[in-house]
């Protein structure tokens, strides 16, 4: 059951942070508008978060105009990066762990 715990704990914490990175850019898009002049929502927030956290490069959702945006864009990269690599660590160690298991088992049952 610890090996699960540790996967979904991967989970939960890459979920959590991109959750609090949308708050923050939420928070700094107060009083901003969309180029059409639509206001920015949180959903809008979450996404710039999520693309930005799994590099997917199709540009920037939300205007990223003062020095503060873009550093705190940065942030959300490096972190975001950061989060994603511990995650896909622990779930490359669940399958690794799980095959070693099965050969040692199956090594036992053998002898």
Known sequence: ?????????????????????????????????????????????????VISTFTVGYGEVLPIVTPTDKIYTMLVIVLGLGTMGYGVSQMTAFLVEGELHGILARRKMEN
């Open 1 to 49: 059951m610890a090996r699960y715990r540790r996967l979904v704990v991967a989970f939960l914490l890459l979920v959590g942070v991109n959750f609090v990175f949308a708050v923050g850019y939420w928070l700094m898009q107060q009083g901003r508008t969309n180029p059409d002049g639509s206001e920015i929502d949180f959903l809008q927030c979450l996404y710039m978060t």
